[in-house]
């Protein structure tokens, strides 16, 4: 699977040109992600790019997507549709990676059925927008839970790449090479801490400091990464996978999995699995 930028704008093309919506992808901080087209980065419809032609109306359209959109999202923790000050309404998909919030998926502008249009001098723009379609809704729904996941991963990816940096303390950079390439029930931080001459306080607010994760999340994160692999490409029983990934119970695995990735181990295999051979 390609989690780059390229693969995840086709994704949301293929999402504006089956329902035609527009989708967007805001990151945390409400900016533009690099090497996506702008009408994917900002609303370019007719209606919201008249409305912010004005300096007053523009305040409140950033308001939305810097302060209300965050603020629903930590509220909500999944999608949601929200209205606008000028009267018309979105679907938002909050993007969380490990509990922290890194930006939405927003799918609109749309007119609800009884939505009304607080600009009168912009009603035939307003009239252009596409209609709320519920059914519509609900499918491209799917296809950008898969959108989500896809930058979720990609996000993931990016923290391995840097983790990898040449300018990482290299007693860090050892003890990172040493988990990815062992069994996880042959590590802990006490033992790494020894190989990597350190005290085992000393190593733990090093690595923290260094890889910008702490030792026990990165540890998870690479058994849950090994789970997935499993999930994809085995016939392990979920019971098996989570034993053999070093997780307590089937339960304790499935509760993790879902608040790394969104979904169930049974969810994930049920979607990416490779059907093997009889």
Not at 183 to 205: E, N, Q
Request: aromatic residues 10%; contains cysteine; charged residues 25%.
């Amino acid at each position: 699977m390609h989690y780059n930028i390229q693969n995840i704008s086709e994704l949301l093309a293929a999402v504006t040109t089956l329902t035609g919506f527009p989708v967007l992808w805001k990151n945390a901080q409400c900016g533009t992600e690099k090497d996506l087209p702008i009408s994917q980065n900002l609303h370019t419809n007719h209606f919201c790019a008249k409305v912010k032609q004005k300096k007053r109306y523009f305040k409140k359209c950033m308001l939305n997507v810097t302060q209300l959109h965050r603020q629903l999202s930590y509220h909500h923790k999944k999608s949601f549709m929200c209205k606008c000050h000028a009267g018309v309404t979105e679907l938002v998909i909050p993007l969380f990676k490990d509990e922290v919030f890194i930006g939405t998926i927003i799918l609109g502008p749309m007119r609800l059925p009884r939505g009304k249009n607080i600009y009168p001098e912009l009603q035939n723009e307003y009239k252009n927008l596409p209609k709320y379609n519920k059914q519509t809704l609900k499918s491209a729904e799917k296809i950008l839970d898969l959108v989500e996941f896809f930058i979720i991963e990609r996000m993931r990816v990016l923290l391995l790449r840097d983790l990898n940096k040449s300018n990482i303390d290299s007693r860090i950079k050892r003890a990172i090479e040493y988990i990815n390439a062992k069994d996880s029930r042959d590590i802990s931080a006490c033992k790494l801490a020894k190989i990597c001459g350190l005290s085992y306080s000393r190593f733990v607010h090093l690595f923290k400091e260094q890889a910008n994760i702490s030792f026990s999340d990165y540890v998870v994160w690479r058994r849950i990464e090994e789970a997935k692999l499993l999930l994809r490409e085995s016939s392990l029983d979920i019971y098996d996978i989570a034993a053999k990934c070093n997780f307590a119970s089937q339960s304790y695995f499935g509760s993790v999995f879902k608040k790394l990735t969104g979904m169930s181990p049974g969810k994930y295999r049920k979607r990416y699995c490779i059907k093997l051979e009889p």
